[in-house]
């Protein structure tokens, strides 16, 4: 039995980290973290910090904000205790911090755990080995209206894909356009964030020809939590 100490227990994911964990049969939540007053404290034991319950658990697993992301690593790695983050929205100064408990500690880090977007990461690479240089890319990305960060974290990765497949700078990345922006460059990245539902979409525009790989997430748990789309516009 795996006991896993949960971090951001109330919210969205913990929730669904919760189903998953009582219908696996083999992982046990010794221990529930959030900082909300109106978690429920119906079962189970409950803490508004990491660091007091730390040792009731084998693993930590954290979804909740960069705060939470942090205290986690840093609880971890005081005691030696493994992590999985899955937290968006952290800074520089964020991601230095994990990756300095990572020296010590193991640590399992993703922007998004689900299959349907490491296919689309997936895809995405080789349709950049494939298409022309000239070819543009931008992102448009939808998420529930309680999305607390923009663009997602989801978002922020797939951009970092296409930077990185095309040695583009950080600067590269232009976050939506507004008024005379003028002709779009040919070194840029667009990323567009929109609230209210769930689906990433990546586009690759030729002058003449647009193509789209998209991936939808609806659920968060169970056999259909995950579906992958792959679709061009003109199709």
Do not use: Y
């Given at each position: 039995?795996?006991?896993?100490?949960?971090?951001?227990?109330?919210?969205?994911?913990?929730?669904?980290?919760?189903a998953?964990?009582?219908?696996?049969?083999?992982?046990?939540?010794?221990?529930?973290?959030d900082?909300?007053?109106?978690?429920?404290?119906?079962?189970?034991?409950?803490?508004?910090?990491?660091?007091p319950?730390?040792?009731?658990?084998?693993?930590?697993v954290?979804?909740?904000?960069?705060?939470?992301?942090?205290?986690?690593?840093?609880?971890?790695?005081?005691?030696?205790?493994?992590?999985?983050s899955?937290?968006?929205?952290?800074?520089?100064?964020?991601?230095?911090?994990?990756?300095?408990?990572?020296?010590?500690?193991?640590?399992?880090?993703?922007?998004?755990?689900?299959?349907?977007?490491?296919?689309?990461?997936?895809?995405?690479?080789?349709?950049l080995?494939?298409?022309?240089?000239?070819w543009?890319?931008?992102?448009?990305?939808?998420?529930?209206?309680?999305?607390?960060?923009?663009?997602?974290?989801?978002?922020?990765?797939?951009?970092?894909?296409?930077?990185?497949?095309?040695a583009?700078?950080a600067?590269?990345?232009?976050?939506?356009?507004?008024?005379?922006?003028?002709?779009?460059?040919?070194?840029?990245v667009?990323v567009?964030?929109?609230?209210g539902?769930?689906?990433?979409?990546?586009?690759?525009?030729?002058?003449?020809?647009?193509?789209?790989?998209?991936?939808?997430?609806?659920?968060?748990?169970?056999?259909?939590?995950?579906?992958?789309?792959?679709?061009?516009?003109?199709?």
């Amino acid at each position: 039995m795996i006991r896993v100490v949960l971090v951001g227990a109330a919210g969205r994911m913990g929730r669904a980290v919760e189903a998953a964990a009582a219908s696996a049969g083999d992982i046990e939540i010794a221990a529930r973290v959030d900082v909300r007053p109106e978690h429920s404290q119906a079962h189970g034991v409950w803490s508004s910090e990491v660091s007091p319950v730390l040792a009731r658990g084998d693993v930590v697993v954290e979804f909740s904000d960069p705060k939470g992301a942090r205290d986690a690593a840093a609880a971890c790695a005081a005691r030696g205790a493994a992590l999985v983050s899955g937290s968006t929205g952290l800074s520089a100064d964020d991601e230095a911090a994990l990756r300095t408990a990572a020296k010590t500690i193991a640590i399992l880090r993703a922007s998004n755990f689900s299959l349907g977007v490491a296919a689309l990461r997936e895809a995405l690479r080789v349709a950049l080995a494939s298409v022309p240089a000239s070819w543009d890319a931008e992102i448009v990305e939808k998420h529930h209206r309680a999305k607390k960060d923009s663009p997602s974290g989801t978002a922020l990765a797939l951009a970092d894909d296409i930077r990185k497949a095309r040695a583009l700078p950080a600067s590269s990345l232009r976050h939506g356009r507004q008024g005379a922006a003028g002709p779009r460059p040919a070194a840029e990245v667009g990323v567009h964030a929109v609230r209210g539902g769930s689906w990433e979409t990546t586009w690759c525009c030729s002058p003449g020809r647009e193509n789209g790989w998209s991936c939808d997430t609806w659920r968060r748990t169970g056999p259909r939590s995950r579906t992958g789309r792959w679709r061009r516009p003109d199709s």
